[in-house]
């Protein structure tokens, strides 16, 4: 093997290694992404986000952690308070079941709405849609990791 | 037990980002335009230490492609294009490589907080491409020049084109509203496709529109992914609910099946009137695994795949062309010099390839002055690849789609809602579905269709299309902006400055 074919080789092995070196390079960045993303507390199934409330409480913009089970009405012992003129004292109750995110009246004088549909009894509620109790308008995201 | 509210992280959730960096920004930037008040630069440094390691590669790379072809000389037989072209390689890698750090520039001057490392992996892909474009004879194709000087000028649109998207898409609420609007934007394409398309070696797929011609079924993977996770986000509680059964099997509302039995009508459309197979699986498998990501239920995926065998069983029996790939996939070998040929000469050049290849500008000895594999830059790269850098580079190659992949799945975990989600799963798996069903034509591991290695094959409406998942992808990483931070002395720094406004 003369010199000029040796160095060839070593040039292709020097590419395959480089190739792989950014790979690893890669797969380390990937690797801490996933570790930081694993170390955030999990605690949270969901998030209400306030859109609007001319009432002032719950405050507009403000955002809810839920838990599997969220009541929400003008009742102090509510999950969520929720002081508003047309809301009842126990309005309504949002509860994750399985897979998916169910709101249910509780006997409200006003009614509850999705995407301003009308609840009666139990409804489905999913992710980016939009629940309406009184004047007040909230919106069901995921949780952010 | 009473939840208090947190503080807001506006952060992409569909809130106002507008209204967070406009009160931080008040005190300084009350002169400047709106436009520029809103340009934060924001440092990537895990993006530039990649692409610099990829410009470190694909400059080896480029090395020893133009030390194997200066020392084995101009040889006709090889298949080689002449030295001095071989050797144009080198400033069109720099341009390249130029262009991908102005990508990342561009956006670390837009400063927002989206994903680092697509960029990088997918630019990796590309400088390949470049590589083995060079390589081949230049006057395969192009419309621009040489073969490796029109690639470049369709790498640089497509760097432009997701650049662009990852900067300036903020809302899905286009992408969102008009779904019908895009079905039917879609469904027509295909039809004018039908229509006025141009037949190519027998595959009705090429639309020319004055001196452009163009494939529209790559633009048609990316409208039907933005369909699909629109549709299934929206039906997505109406379809997990199992109101009919089927004897054992529990159906969805019915009314709720009808877009799944249109898709596979429409797969089989595409089957028998463009004959173009690779779209036909490429679009069914994405919206399996839609379905299943929206739903979580394996009875819809049974049923999905038992309607893909009953498809494919009568179209094998009823239609010839899908017949011939299925017998020449099963035994190329039977008829190796002419309908067999392309599969058995890439089983080949993988044989030669071995575990570390023969080198870049060292593979391909052309028989007789003949290409050695037909079509060699659209549909058998990653063969072309899998001879020159061996069983260790094409798993590097594999390597590169599996972190596309991953980043697509990550950023749908990350996602603020089920759009979004659905999206960015769909995205990433049409080109990861596509890259393994043309590997694995290839590779006789599946039949072979003629579909392109995304970011490697030569074409323009390949990388357009798979430019502007990247760019999508891009712009729904967006992690929004950045939590302010909270300790005092900012803090009095701000009131300092915010003295005498209202």
């Known amino acids: ?145 | 037990m009473t939840a208090r509210p947190q503080p807001v992280d506006a952060a992409g959730t569909g809130g106002s980002p507008g209204a967070t960096r406009s009160s931080s920004g008040a005190g300084t930037g009350a002169a400047l335009p709106a436009v520029l008040r809103a340009i934060r630069p924001r440092l990537r440094w895990r993006e530039l230490w990649l692409l610099v390691l990829v410009a470190a590669t694909l400059i080896v790379g480029a090395i020893s492609l133009n030390a194997t072809v200066v020392t084995r000389g101009a040889d006709p037989d090889l298949g080689l294009p002449s030295g001095a072209i071989a050797l144009h390689g080198g400033p069109l890698l720099l341009v390249y490589l130029g262009a991908l750090f102005i990508a990342h520039l561009a956006q670390v001057v837009a400063g927002r907080r989206t994903d680092e490392v697509l960029l990088p992996a997918v630019g990796m892909l590309g400088g390949l491409s470049l590589l083995l474009m060079a390589r081949l004879p230049q006057d395969l194709a192009g419309q621009f020049g040489g073969l490796a000087q029109t690639q470049l000028v369709w790498l640089l649109i497509a760097l432009a084109l997701t650049t662009t998207a990852a900067i300036v898409v903020r809302s899905d609420r286009w992408l969102r509203l008009y779904k019908y609007t895009w079905a039917a934007a879609g469904v027509g394409l295909l039809l004018l496709t039908f229509l006025f398309g141009r037949d190519v070696n027998g595959v009705r797929l090429t639309l020319d529109l004055g001196p452009v011609s163009g494939q529209p079924s790559e633009l048609l993977k990316v409208i039907l992914v933005i369909f699909l996770a629109a549709y299934l986000s929206e039906n997505r509680a109406l379809l997990v609910e199992q109101s009919s059964r089927l004897g054992p099997i529990r159906l969805p509302p019915l009314p709720y099946l009808a877009p799944m039995v249109a898709m596979w009508a429409l797969a089989l459309g595409i089957v028998v009137v463009q004959r173009d197979l690779g779209a036909a699986l490429l679009f069914f498998a994405v919206f399996l695994i839609l379905l299943y990501v929206a739903t979580a239920r394996v009875s819809y995926v049974a049923i999905g795949v038992v309607l893909f065998l009953v498809g494919s069983w009568v179209m094998y029996h009823l239609f010839g062309h899908v017949r011939e790939r299925v017998d020449i996939w099963i035994d190329p070998f039977s008829d190796p010099r002419d309908s067999g040929y392309q599969i058995v000469q890439s089983l080949y050049a993988f044989g030669r390839g071995g575990i570390l290849g023969t080198g870049l500008g060292n593979g391909l000895p052309a028989v007789g002055g003949r290409l050695p594999i037909p079509e060699i830059h659209t549909d058998f790269p990653f063969a072309a690849l899998g001879e020159e850098l061996g069983l260790i580079g094409v798993l590097a190659i594999l390597g590169l789609y599996l972190v596309v992949i991953e980043r697509g799945l990550r950023i749908a975990a990350a996602a603020a809602d089920d759009f979004r989600a659905l999206l960015a799963t769909g995205l990433s798996l049409v080109v990861g579905v596509q890259a393994f069903i043309i590997a694995g034509g290839n590779l006789k591991l599946v039949p072979l269709t003629g579909i392109t290695l995304p970011f490697v094959s030569y074409g323009g409406s390949s990388l357009l299309a798979n430019a502007a998942v990247v760019g999508l992808l891009l712009a729904l990483s967006d992690r929004g902006v950045e939590p302010p931070t909270p300790p005092r002395k900012a803090r009095r720094l701000a009131r300092l400055f915010d003295r005498g406004a209202p």
């Open chain 1, 1 to 145: 093997m003369d010199a000029i074919t040796l160095s060839l080789w070593l040039l292709r092995i020097v590419f395959l290694v480089f190739l792989y070196l950014f790979l690893f390079a890669v797969v380390r960045v990937l690797v801490r992404d996933l570790r930081a993303a694993a170390r955030e507390p999990e605690a949270e199934l969901g998030r209400l986000f306030v859109i609007a409330s001319p009432g002032g409480e719950p405050l507009a913009g403000s955002v809810f952690p839920l838990d599997a089970i969220t009541s929400l009405g003008r009742d102090v012992n509510n999950t969520i308070l929720i002081d508003d003129r047309f809301a009842s004292s126990e309005h309504a109750i949002l509860t994750f079941r399985g897979r998916a995110w169910y709101v249910e009246d509780t006997g409200s004088t006003n009614g509850t709405y999705v995407n301003g549909e009308r609840v009666d009894g139990v409804a489905p509620i999913s992710y980016g849609e939009e629940l309406q109790i009184g004047q007040v308008r909230f919106r069901l995201e995921r949780s952010r990791r």
